[in-house]
């Protein structure tokens, strides 16, 4: 297979800064993000975001049942639909668009977990009815593109640093949320993800209470063109089955929505200004005075 590098060149393109284009070149990388994605069995499903030219991509059809490429760059996308047909891969497919708009049966989504995770609204009706040790799931509902309706699928992707956030949140919400993620981003980013105390931020808080996350490698700039300025890490996300903390700690009957909006309260309310003080910033995200922050 030819080089991402020749590949564009042969089309007259140049990767996209935009979007954040860096394209994998070290195949030494692949039998790790293999092996981290457990693809032992045919009947995996395979999400793969940001495909490139198909280096992972032809890859990952040796192994999965079904892969479907998810490419935002047009260009791109057909680039790599002829290197299916040149490879006679019938095992992939490909859909153009962006990855956070599009719409399909694997969308359930959750939506308290974004209260806590960025800047989205605090408001929205408490989930009363889960008081139970399983993480809830909120009830399915119809899709519009109908890719796939596998109940057991994973998300294999190479992703720029402004879509990492967005796109963890995206699949933990979702009712229908993937067996594992393995996501290949910014060393920094992988690190402040797999933080622990006390150097946890808002991030990793929000990604640990639904997800175990966890650093399997790391890979040097060199291995992309165009060699982008730091090294990159290859993350593995599980979801959990059940949250990270013993249930009995929610106390007074407070259902498990109501538990899950006010914890993501403290806890964006602590973090909305790092040089403060924290029992400041509870005070004011909170709406109490210093006295009754402190008294918690």
Request: glycine share 6%.
């Amino acid at each position: 297979m030819k080089t991402p590098k020749n590949i564009l060149k042969q089309h007259n393109l140049t990767p996209n800064k935009r979007l954040g284009q860096n394209f994998l070149t070290d195949k030494k990388v692949l039998a790790k993000i293999i092996q981290a994605a457990d693809l032992l069995s045919t009947s995996d499903v395979v999400i793969e975001i940001g495909p490139g030219t198909g280096i992972l991509t032809l890859e990952l059809a040796k192994y999965a049942k079904k892969v479907i490429a998810v490419e935002k760059d047009r260009k791109i996308a057909e680039i790599l639909k002829n290197i299916l047909i040149e490879n006679n891969i019938k095992n992939v497919e490909i859909i153009e668009g962006d990855i956070l708009k599009i719409e399909n049966s694997l969308c359930h989504s959750r939506p308290c977990f974004a209260k806590g995770y960025d800047e989205a609204s605090e408001s929205g009706n408490p989930d009363n009815k889960h008081s139970g040790s399983r993480i809830p799931r909120s009830e399915p509902r119809a899709g519009k593109c109908g890719t796939t309706n596998n109940k057991n699928y994973k998300i294999i992707a190479n992703i720029p640093y402004y879509l990492t956030s967005p796109l963890i949140r995206k699949f933990l919400e979702f009712e229908n949320q993937p067996e594992i993620m393995v996501l290949m981003i910014q060393k920094e980013v992988a690190q402040r993800i797999c933080a622990q105390p006390p150097r946890m931020t808002l991030l990793s808080i929000a990604t640990q209470f639904y997800a175990e996350p966890k650093i399997i490698s790391y890979v040097s700039k060199k291995s992309f063109f165009p060699q982008p300025k730091i090294d990159s890490a290859i993350i593995k996300i599980t979801p959990r089955n059940t949250p990270p903390f013993s249930l009995p700690l929610v106390r007074g009957g407070l259902g498990w929505g109501q538990f899950r909006d006010r914890f993501f309260k403290v806890v964006k309310a602590a973090f909305s200004q790092p040089r403060k003080q924290l029992v400041n910033n509870l005070s004011k995200g909170l709406n109490l005075t210093r006295e009754q922050t402190e008294k918690i």
